[in-house]
């Protein structure tokens, strides 16, 4: 199976401060019709997932634009330009190119 | 509005046997494939089960394999997991989760909706 990384762990970050979050691929994300299938999603406390990007950079229907997707290949990049209190939870990458898709172990987001 | 709305989680001894259900509305149900996605206690997520959108092809996590059985009814817009000889590592909240595709097991997979969760829990 496809082995997710993401890092850090634990991410403490002032209010209107940007956040980072990377996610590794353990093999590249290209799928053979030329797409990559790298996924965000966002768990706030107490709530199931939510999809925010799809395909790399595809932000989903009513997400904020200060949340943006980027990278390639193994190497992927959740970037938050400026935090606001509702975006505390648990950020998760997941792989769906290689068969079983994979999740990153998560990301906590928490207000300093 | 796309919704998943999941139910049958609950307490159950080991060995014992429970059965999921996932009730959709919003959108074709038959068009889509689908999941079950399971979070243990304070952990991440781990895919389970998928099954295709015409319910010929199903997948499942080694986990899992030969203990739960995946399966829908298009005419009720319903997804079902039957889970068998329950271990306590099975403890988990279930969620089930809409593909944007029918197709399923080559990848090319994204999860575009999720339900709310039903908590199974095994202990004896």
């Known amino acids: 199976d496809v082995v997710m990384t993401q890092s850090p762990l634990s991410l403490p970050v002032s209010l209107g401060q940007p956040a980072s979050i990377s996610c590794r691929s353990s093999?590249?994300?290209?799928?053979?019709?030329?797409?990559?299938?790298l996924n965000w999603f966002q768990q706030r406390p107490g709530q199931s997932p939510r999809r925010l990007i799809y395909?790399?950079?595809n932000r989903d229907s009513g997400v904020p634009d200060r949340f943006s997707g980027s990278g390639s290949g193994t190497d992927f990049t959740l970037k938050i330009s400026r935090v606001e209190a509702e975006d505390v939870g648990v950020y998760y990458c997941m792989q769906g190119t290689h068969w079983p898709p994979t999740f990153g172990q998560g990301t906590k987001v928490e207000i300093k | 509005e796309v919704q998943l709305l999941e139910s049958g989680g609950g307490l159950v001894q080991p060995g014992g046997s429970l059965r999921l259900s996932c009730a959709a509305s919003g959108f074709t149900f038959s068009s889509y494939a689908m999941s079950w996605v399971r979070q243990a206690p304070g952990k991440g997520l781990e895919w389970v089960s998928g099954?295709?959108?015409?319910?010929?092809?199903?997948y499942y996590a080694d986990s899992v394999k030969g203990r739960f059985t995946i399966s829908r009814d298009n005419s009720k817009n319903t997804l079902y997991l039957q889970m068998n000889s329950l271990r306590a590592e099975d403890t988990a909240v279930y969620y089930c989760?809409?593909?944007?595709?029918?197709?399923?097991?080559?990848?090319?997979?994204?999860?575009?909706?999720w339900g709310q969760g039903t908590l199974v829990t095994v202990s004896s």
């Open positions: 099954i295709s959108a015409s319910g010929d092809s199903t």
């Open positions: 395909k790399v950079s």
């Open positions: 093999q590249s994300l290209v799928y053979s019709d030329g797409n990559t299938y």
């Open positions: 989760a809409k593909d944007s595709e029918s197709f399923i097991g080559v990848g090319a997979i994204t999860f575009d909706y």
